[in-house]
C-alpha cells in the first residue's frame, strides 16, 4: 500500500514539474509577425548575413557555426549550446544571462508565448528549407535592394573633400554638398552590392541632408574620393 502511494506521488510530481517546465505551443503565423523585432539584423535566406547571421535552418545547428559569418563573439563559439527549443528558449528570453558576453544587443522576449510562436515560426522555415516558400504573415525582412541596378542620378563619379564639406557629383552631372557629419561612407560585397568602380549615393534623413555613399570594396574610396578645394 505504502509503494503504490509512493509511486502515485511521485508520478505527481513528475507531471507537475513538467507542466512547469514545458513551453507552449507556439503559432507559426503569429510567429512570422513577431519575427519583424529580428528581420532587422537577421534575415531567413541561407547565406544571407545582416548584421547577425541568416537564422535559416537553426534549429539543431550548434551556436556560432553558421557558414560565411564572420562576426561571433567567442563567448558563442565557446558556449558549446545546439540551437534546439529549449535553448532557443531561454537565449530569446535573456539573451545575456544565457550566454554571457555574447554581442547580441537585445533585451529579451519575456513573454513565452511570444517565444514559443516565434520558434515554431523558425521551426516551419526549417521544414520548408528554401526562403521562398517560408509563411510570411508580414514576418519577413524586405529583400536588399540590388544596388547595380540604381540609375545615373544615384551613381557616384566622383568626390570631392573640401573644408568640412563633401561635394558628390553623380552620374547625372548634379553635384550635391554634404556636410561631413552627415556623409556615411560603407562597403557592400553581396551579390546585391554596387558594381565595382561605381559607388552608389542613397539619401536618408527626414531632411534628405544625409546620406550614404556605398563602395563596393574598401579600396575604392582612396581612388574615388579627392581632397581639393
Known sequence: MFFHSFVILLAVLLLSGAAETASPSG??????????????????????HLTGPSLARILGRKAGTVEGFQRYSDALKKSGVVWNERALHEFLKNPQGSIPGNLMPFPGIQDEKQRADLIAYLRAVNAEGESERMPRAGGM???????????????????????DTYYVTTGSGETIPFWEFNLRFKTDSSKSGPLKGTPVLIRAGMMGDRAFIVFSSPEEMAVVIEAKC
Do not use: M, T, W
Open 27 to 48: 503559432d507559426p503565423a503569429r510567429g512570422a509577425v513577431a519575427f519583424r523585432q529580428c528581420a532587422a539584423c537577421h534575415s531567413l535566406e541561407p547565406g544571407l
Open 141 to 163: 525582412a524586405a529583400p536588399l535592394e540590388d544596388l547595380k541596378k540604381l540609375g545615373k542620378n544615384q551613381q557616384v563619379r566622383s568626390i570631392r573633400y573640401c573644408g
